[in-house]
């Protein structure tokens, strides 16, 4: 897992607060994205950039906004969320976003968010 | 559209005994197919996936799964099953357009002593 870090590992929150959640990743890769991994529902992709390009953006609302600053770093800010937004945010990258090769994207260890 | 499905949430295996997670999909063209493991509180770890060629793919920590195109099945499997394969697997399936990859609701699996 040393490959993709994710800072703060454990984050509480008030609805009101503004926090933000930070990926790096080690690998030389030029793809990263953000999941949301909550219980009983399998993940849900919420963003992707390639080359520091967002790609996608699966409908997610705008209290989530990410940020990448170049192809090692990741940010998601929060702010304004709601308790049903807790859960594991997992960050991940490949070496590029596939172009129909199955790029394996690696993830990191996660930011297990609560929000009061 | 491309779907992943695991019909099992749990599977329950005896230590030392073979451990099948099962994993069916639905994709136009060519399937690009994963397995990810996830301990507790950590994130997912790569295992094996299957892009072409020989159906038979052999991942880490002695996992392995076949593809099985008429079936469209994935299936995951171990010969023997040790305690400490205990966790929660997830099977994927690799989307074209913009590098998605889609995952299954995941399989508890639970290997006693």
């Known amino acids: 897992e040393t490959g993709v870090t994710q800072t703060p590992r454990h984050l509480v929150m008030g609805m009101t607060n503004k926090k933000s959640l930070k990926c790096e990743q080690h690998l030389g890769h030029n793809a990263m994205y953000w999941y949301k991994q909550s219980a009983k529902k399998p993940l849900e992709l919420m963003f992707v950039?390639?080359?520091?390009?967002?790609?996608e953006n699966n409908s997610v609302p705008s209290r989530f906004s990410p940020e990448c600053p170049n192809s090692s770093h990741l940010f998601l800010h929060l702010h304004t969320l709601q308790p049903e937004d807790s859960a594991l945010y997992l960050c991940?990258?490949?070496?590029?976003?596939?172009?129909?090769?199955?790029?394996?994207?690696?993830f990191g260890p996660g930011t297990r968010l609560l929000v009061l | 559209a491309q779907s992943v499905a695991q019909p099992e949430d749990q599977v329950n295996v005896a230590e030392g005994n073979p451990l099948t997670v099962k994993c069916t999909y639905s994709?136009?063209?060519?399937?690009?197919l994963f397995w990810y493991v996830q301990y507790p509180n950590r994130g997912l770890q790569f295992l094996l996936k299957?892009?072409?060629?020989?159906?038979l793919v052999k991942g880490s920590y002695g996992f392995e799964a076949e593809f099985n195109k008429s079936q469209t099945s994935f299936h995951l499997k171990k010969p023997s099953a040790l305690v400490s394969d205990s966790a929660l697997y997830f099977c994927?399936?690799?989307?074209?357009?913009?590098?998605?990859?889609?995952f299954g609701q995941g399989t508890e699996l639970s290997v006693k002593p």
């Open positions: 994927a399936v690799f989307y074209n357009q913009g590098g998605k990859l889609i």
């Open positions: 994709v136009s063209g060519n399937p690009y």
């Open positions: 299957y892009i072409t060629g020989d159906n």
């Open positions: 950039y390639n080359f520091k390009e967002q790609t």
């Open positions: 991940a990258s490949s070496q590029d976003t596939g172009g129909g090769a199955g790029e394996t994207q690696y």
